[in-house]
């Protein structure tokens, strides 16, 4: 168990810690420095991390400004701890958050601070239109991601299980209704609509409906914005609170600030974390204020008051703000996609190539194994994860995600300059080619062996 050097760290950690380690297992990197776009691990190697802790980073890792605000706290000697206490670091973050959100939800809103994880916000937001509905039904998507609590309020003795009823997300690539593109929306609405409005449906009228713009585990799913205005529009008649899930298409990411603005809707509850700690934990919930039905203390928690992650964070959404970041990230995924749709014309195996501003999805596939008529080819995971090793090969760092843990994903920084981002290309093609050429081609149908089943993608 001695040993400094990188490998000896990495036998360490698959000896010591628990066998849900994600990343880890797929990424064996010891990050040492970084900066940027770039980490640098112990064995002296230098990648180009377009995982983004898991889309947090914005600005990329350790960017000046979110370094000059960490410090300029930690030299003012204020305290790093103060359970929810009202103070002039939480005061300018909540100001600064207040001026990026939606107008009218702006002029209205509530903030809760809570536990300092994504899960922690959603949970707040569950039992918040709880509350103030006092149903405790939930609208949830099929090939949503919301995060990874259950049970520690159950546990205390408090509110009972939410019933989940799940509904059907548009997706065009692998569309439910075999159909894809506007009709596949419609019909997911419709579907939505008949459900709350049918008497004899099983669903009684909910407490909420939880929704991501753009799926992003789910394997980078845009929502149209039109089926969007259709969700607002059905909860809004029904009086059913829409909680938008912007944990991870939030401060930029799609191309918006938030990416409600693509299709103008104003939720009534904005679930928040990732970007808005500008890399260190945090988590909000924002809301209009005739929800705050609340007693207090109803969500506590004794970390909701981290002063750097809200100093960071304050830094991180001024920046994107003043540097117009979300353009920025709208025209440079525009402009990648473009070319990742070209390098898809050449290889089959790329099933579809979709995202919005950078936050993008590649979905790779088997293209020989021919499904039904009309339907998407069968996903190729093993293949996904061959791309994702010959990335990290060439120095590339890429996420993979989806249903079936056959997307890869890229999640650059905001600050992506265009060299960087041909670099990210280039390595990228390679990766893919090399993957392709190492596959072993499909045995005839009539000797076909089962595919075998890769671990499970990593999942946060
Ligand atoms: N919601 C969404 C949309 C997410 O993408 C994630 C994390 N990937 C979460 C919630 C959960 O966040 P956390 O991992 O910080 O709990």
Redesign the pocket.
């Known amino acids: 168990m001695r040993g400094t050097g990188y490998e000896s760290i990495l036998r360490r950690q698959s000896l010591r810690e628990s066998a849900a380690r994600t990343y880890a297992r797929s990424l064996p990197i010891v990050p040492v420095r970084a900066r940027g776009l770039t980490i640098e691990g112990a064995d002296g190697r230098r990648y180009l991390d377009c995982l983004s802790g ?1 889309g947090t980073l914005a600005l990329g890792h350790n960017h000046p400004v979110v370094l000059e605000a960490i410090k300029k706290v930690l030299d003012s000697g204020a305290p790093l701890h103060v359970l929810d206490l009202a103070t002039p670091v939480k005061d300018a973050f909540t100001s600064e958050l207040f001026a990026t959100l939606p107008g009218e939800l702006a002029d209205d809103a509530r903030v809760q601070f809570c536990g300092p ?3 922690d916000a ?1 949970e707040a937001a569950l039992k918040l239109v709880r509350t103030a509905t006092g149903r405790d039904g939930l609208l949830a998507f099929t090939g949503a ?4 609590t259950a049970g520690a309020l159950a546990a205390s003795g408090g509110a009972p299980d939410v019933r989940v009823t799940r509904l059907p997300y548009p997706h065009a690539y692998r569309c439910p209704f075999g159909t894809g593109g506007e009709r596949g929306a419609e019909l997911s609405a419709r579907w939505t609509e008949s459900l709350l409005d049918d008497p004899k449906s099983g669903v009684t009228t909910p407490a909420g409906m939880i929704v ?1 713009a753009v799926q ?2 789910g394997g980078v799913i845009p929502a149209p914005d039109d089926w969007m205005r259709r969700m607002r529009r059905i909860t809004a008649d029904r009086a059913i609170p829409l909680v938008v ?1 912007e ?2 298409t939030g401060v930029g990411r799609t191309g918006a600030f938030w990416a409600v603005e693509h299709s103008g809707v104003v939720p009534d509850v904005m679930v928040l ?2 970007a808005i700690g500008g890399s260190l934990p945090l988590a909000v919930v924002v809301y209009r204020s005739s929800l705050d039905a609340w007693e207090p203390g109803a969500h506590a928690g004794t970390f909701r008051g981290n002063q750097l992650a809200m100093a960071a964070g304050t830094a991180t959404l001024a920046y994107v703000r003043e540097n117009r970041l979300a353009e920025r990230a709208g025209t440079l995924g525009a402009r990648i996609l473009g070319q990742l749709q070209g390098l898809a014309a050449a290889h089959p195996c790329v099933g579809d190539v979709r995202g919005r501003g950078l936050m993008i999805g590649i979905e790779l596939v088997d293209p020989d194994a021919a499904g039904p008529e009309d339907t998407a080819p069968p996903a190729a995971p093993a293949l996904a994860l061959a791309v994702q090793q010959e990335c990290l090969a060439r120095g590339l760092i890429v996420e993979l995600g989806g249903r079936h843990s056959a997307v890869v994903r890229l999640l650059p920084p905001l600050t992506l300059t265009d060299e960087q981002a041909t670099a990210v290309l280039d390595r990228f093609a390679d990766a893919l080619a090399a993957a392709e050429r190492a596959r072993v081609p499909r045995p005839s149908p009539s000797r076909r062996a089962p595919a075998p089943v890769p671990a499970p993608g990593p999942s ?1």
């Open positions: 898991a994880a994504g899960t959603v991601y919301h995060g990874m991501e992003g585990e899930d944990v991870q974390s990732k946060h």
